[in-house]
């Protein structure tokens, strides 16, 4: 039987506008949704005929593009296989294949490999382990997380709590979730280095909280969600030498950094560090299926698993999915062998040259570059609805958030279709009509 080519209709949209949720949108006063026919390479093709090229990646996802014939294959080769198997009492090849994979990418020591539905999913393993791994070592009345104001780590609730708790997205569930101890955002930016009484502020921040703490977990370099800020890789490597000082676990929540998008493999690598626990994500499949990993050293596999429980205490039922560890191995050797290096290092000197342009209007605060990420933050903060219908109109595809017009393509993308993007975000910040004044 051949597949229905159904076609959106006005009763569709009607539907989606008064009963689906879309993210972080209102279902009373609900922004536009635009609707998508099919997307292929860098372009999403809307059901009016119109043509965006992505800048988003589908929210930092899809590396290699829309509709790729290696990852199609994946999944195909692998539906006739079996899509999914229980991963308790059993294994598989693409598992197995992923986990190796794993372990080759990321920095040497992380080799224990847990497979999780998602990028929060991932955050609250991690979260989990650090507390089973102190409550191992006889710390049982700790339970706490040292972390970064201005950070971002996902919607679920133990995410939630890492969150920024003033400027975050969850501030409203404050009295729900548990306090943790918060660390000034890094100021110093990429290519700057900390003064001496930097330092000893956060070697201060760790002798107050420390001892009743079990981790500390960051976003390496890129504060994400929390604001598109880059920072000095010596946060790193100050907030790595004083988590082994004070017997903490370091988490790095790569969710959003990882698999090259700050112009390294993992972004833990400017800072020339390991951390105990790795979070992986977003890029993982490539942007065909959610799927994600917490990846730890040796010793802290150990510890658990010699601990009370004797196991890790978590099991989702969808762990180790075969459609998705599969369309993973693909994408992840597809990098591989790839230049990805180079095609990073084009973008970034593409959104250098454009994007600086929108430094001379007054409604830009900053501009930032790093890897395959451009960042124009604004004065105010940006009208979305009215921003992406501009842009939109333009040819483009961006989702602003807050004071923050960003970007960060797929690595395949060509140096015309970027010039266009960075050229329209320009347009943006010239259209009062687009922000909140």
């Not at 790729?68 to 229980?86: F, G, R, S, W």
Request: contains cysteine.
């Amino acid at each position: 039987m051949k597949a229905e080519n159904k076609t959106i209709t006005k009763e569709d949209l009607e539907f989606d506008k008064n009963h689906l949720w879309h993210p972080y949108t209102s279902l009373t006063k609900p922004l536009p949704v635009y609707p998508v026919a099919s997307a292929e390479g860098v372009r999403i093709h809307l059901t009016d005929g119109r043509v965006l090229i992505d800048g988003t990646a589908s929210w930092w996802s899809v590396m290699h593009g829309y509709n790729h014939p290696v990852l199609n294959e994946a999944i195909a080769a692998q539906t006739k296989k079996m899509a999914h198997i229980m991963f308790g009492g059993l294994t598989h090849q693409p598992a197995i294949d992923l986990g190796k994979k794993l372990v080759e990418l990321t920095p040497e020591g992380l080799d224990a490999v847990f497979l999780c539905d998602s990028g929060s999913i991932s955050v609250e393993v991690a979260m989990k382990m650090a507390v089973q791994y102190q409550h191992a070592l006889g710390k049982k009345d700790c339970s706490k997380f040292l972390t970064l104001k201005k950070g971002y780590h996902g919607d679920s609730s133990g995410a939630m709590s890492v969150c920024d708790p003033v400027s975050g997205m969850h501030h409203l569930f404050q009295d729900f979730m548990p306090q943790h101890f918060f660390m000034e955002a890094p100021e110093k930016s990429f290519k700057e280095v900390l003064t001496g009484e930097e330092v000893e502020t956060i070697e201060r921040f760790f002798e107050e909280n420390a001892a009743q703490a079990v981790a500390f977990i960051l976003e390496p370099i890129v504060q994400g969600t929390g604001g598109m800020r880059f920072y000095a890789p010596q946060y790193l490597s100050e907030i790595s030498r004083l988590c082994t000082k004070h017997g903490l676990l370091l988490i790095a929540d790569e969710v959003a950094t990882g698999f090259g998008r700050t112009g390294k493999m993992f972004a833990v690598e400017h800072a020339g560090i390991v951390p105990d626990i790795m979070c992986v994500g977003k890029a993982l499949t490539g942007g065909y299926m959610t799927l994600a990993a917490t990846i730890c050293t040796r010793k802290v596999a150990n510890v658990i698993c010699n601990g009370e429980a004797g196991v890790l205490m978590h099991g989702p039922t969808f762990m180790g999915n075969p459609l998705a560890c599969a369309v993973a191995n693909a994408n992840l050797s597809l990098l591989k062998n790839s230049d990805w290096e180079q095609s990073i290092l084009n973008l970034g000197t593409i959104l250098n040259e454009e994007l600086s342009k929108a430094e001379q209007y007054p409604l830009v605060k900053a501009v930032r570059v790093l890897g395959a990420i451009g960042v124009i933050e604004t004065t105010v903060p940006v009208n979305v609805e009215k921003a992406q219908a501009f842009l939109v109109e333009r040819g483009v595809w961006v989702r602003p958030f807050r004071n923050l017009l960003y970007i960060m393509p797929p690595y395949v993308m060509n140096q015309t279709d970027l010039e266009h993007l960075c050229r329209m975000m320009v347009a943006v910040v010239q259209e009062e009509t687009c922000f909140i004044l």
